[in-house]
């Protein structure tokens, strides 16, 4: 375990304002027409270098042309300079200064004087020598050419052709950095073969798309990671926009999202579980099923016909707590089953739920029928109401219609909170009948509730 952190002590170190010594005086030689720069690697009294030493500057001069003071290569340890480009018998002063890490820099070493030597007579000076100019087999490339002295600025362009090359001579390590690009290479120069090691990429820059170690990636201007394809696990990761509509898919599971950021779908690779908000449909056309076609509104399933009509189920506004199914539209006429907690209704309505006929079943256990019952066509019918009368009342209801062939049976009672009471029916018809209520508290209201049927 580590402990705590002393307390802080702030030292202030000063610049170095210190410059190495001056370098030993360089050894200076010529020969096949170029300048060649020795030095020691020492100071001037013969010392070694301080430790932040950094480099040694090689100078040259023409001491006839004022300003032609240049700096032409430079040394980090003991080591030659060659200098080309150099007139013949022209004389041209070398020096050496030392720079440290700091950037001080000495004073220069001793200046030392030499001037080139033709390698021809003069005749030939300044034109390019042949081989009608040479004795076949009278230059011995290992006694007449120093090592490493012909440099690429020392040989004609285009002077070494093809045929002069031996086998597998050019190898990568004999290649600059960057020297080979693509306009250097044929169309089907990398055809067939294995690139290993390699970054490809379509720019260095974003946007980009870059194939590399850490698999395959593509990366927005602003340098947001849009795919990635692990090369090490083989995991993956795809969104088709960093922002508003757009799709997201990884190992976590499937993402969508509208053009206002909200999240309408998710797939959930975990836990197995797919949510979605919106419309889902199982064609566009014809005989389908829309699951909430009105997103927004009620939720609904349409199941549709070819002919765009369609049969619903859906949680009904008109009264809460309520499933309602219904039938498709013809003739301005529909069956509509309604459940809720406290009933359930079986009716036949309008194309605007209207005028209902069916069969009501109730919580307290009343059974009501809206309409008729009977065998449409034939003399069978039946029908129910209720009316509300004071105790000890004679009168007579009417039930809005007129039964034909004959006086139908009527069954009458009434109710309030006392319980059951009698209704005497007086007389009867085909259109009502006349009644008279019995006990119960004087002046209370009651209900009369009558069935009539008819065979």
């Given at each position: 375990?580590?402990g ?59 001491p006839?042309v004022?300003?032609s ?19 013949y ?12 890490r ?5 004073t220069?070493?001793?200046?030392m ?6 390698l ?37 362009a285009?002077?070494?052709e ?14 600059a ?9 044929t ?8 690139i ?12 980009r798309?870059?194939?590399?170690t ?12 849009t795919v ?30 509208t053009?206002?950021?909200r ?14 908000i ?12 829309v ?5 927004g ?14 049969h619903?189920?859906?949680a009904?506004?008109?009264a ?52 008729r ?16 009368f ?17 006086v ?10 006392f ?5 005497t029916v ?17 002046g209370?209201g009651?209900?009369?509730m ?6």
């Amino acid at each position: 375990m580590r402990g705590e952190f002393s307390q802080q002590v702030i030292v202030l170190i000063e610049d170095d304002m210190v410059p190495p010594p001056a370098p030993s005086a360089p050894a200076l030689m010529t020969r096949l027409g170029v300048i060649h720069v020795s030095w020691d690697g020492r100071g001037s009294a013969g010392e070694a270098m301080p430790l932040d030493f950094d480099r040694a500057l090689v100078w040259i001069e023409d001491p006839l042309v004022a300003g032609s003071t240049r700096v032409v290569d430079s040394l980090q340890t003991a080591g030659v300079v060659v200098i080309g480009d150099q007139p013949y018998g022209a004389d041209r002063e070398v020096w050496l200064t030392a720079l440290d890490r700091s950037g001080n820099q000495s004073t220069r070493s001793v200046v030392m004087t030499i001037a080139t030597q033709p390698l021809v007579g003069t005749d030939v000076i300044g034109t390019i020598i042949d081989g009608a100019n040479i004795v076949r087999g009278s230059v011995n490339a290992a006694d007449a050419v120093i090592a490493n002295t012909i440099t690429g600025a020392l040989v004609q362009a285009l002077a070494i052709e093809t045929g002069h090359l031996k086998a597998n001579a050019v190898t990568l390590d004999k290649l600059a950095a960057g020297s080979v690009d693509a306009a250097r290479l044929t169309a089907t120069a990398i055809d067939g073969k294995v690139i290993t090691g390699a970054i490809l990429r379509t720019a260095t820059s974003n946007p980009r798309i870059q194939l590399g170690t850490a698999g395959l990636e593509a990366f927005t201007p602003a340098g947001v990671r849009t795919v990635h394809i692990d090369a090490a696990s083989g995991q993956f990761s795809l969104q088709s926009a960093v922002s508003g509509a757009r799709i997201s898919l990884d190992t976590t599971g499937l993402r969508a999202f509208t053009g206002d950021g909200r999240q309408i779908a998710n797939l959930n690779t975990a836990t197995g579980e797919f949510d979605i908000i919106g419309r889902i449909q199982s064609g566009l056309t014809g005989a389908r099923v829309v699951i909430n076609p009105d997103f927004g509104s009620d939720p609904e399933i349409r199941f549709y016909e070819p002919n765009g009509h369609y049969h619903y189920i859906t949680a009904n506004v008109a009264a809460p707590d309520s499933l309602q199914m219904g039938t498709v539209v013809v003739n301005n006429r529909k069956a509509v089953l309604q459940l809720s907690h406290d009933s359930a209704e079986f009716t036949i309505v309008d194309g605007n739920n209207q005028g209902p006929v069916g069969l009501v079943v109730k919580r307290d256990g009343w059974l009501d029928f809206i309409g008729r019952v009977g065998n449409p066509g034939g003399n069978g019918a039946f029908t129910r109401g209720e009316a509300e009368f004071p105790a000890g009342t004679t009168g007579s209801i009417g039930y809005g219609f007129t039964f034909t062939d004959g006086v139908p049976v009527i069954v009458a009672t009434m109710f309030n909170i006392f319980g059951p009471h009698g209704v005497t029916v007086s007389s009867r018809s085909d259109g009502g009948f006349g009644f008279s209520t019995t006990g119960g508290a004087p002046g209370a209201g009651y209900r009369i509730m009558y069935w009539v049927w008819k065979q």
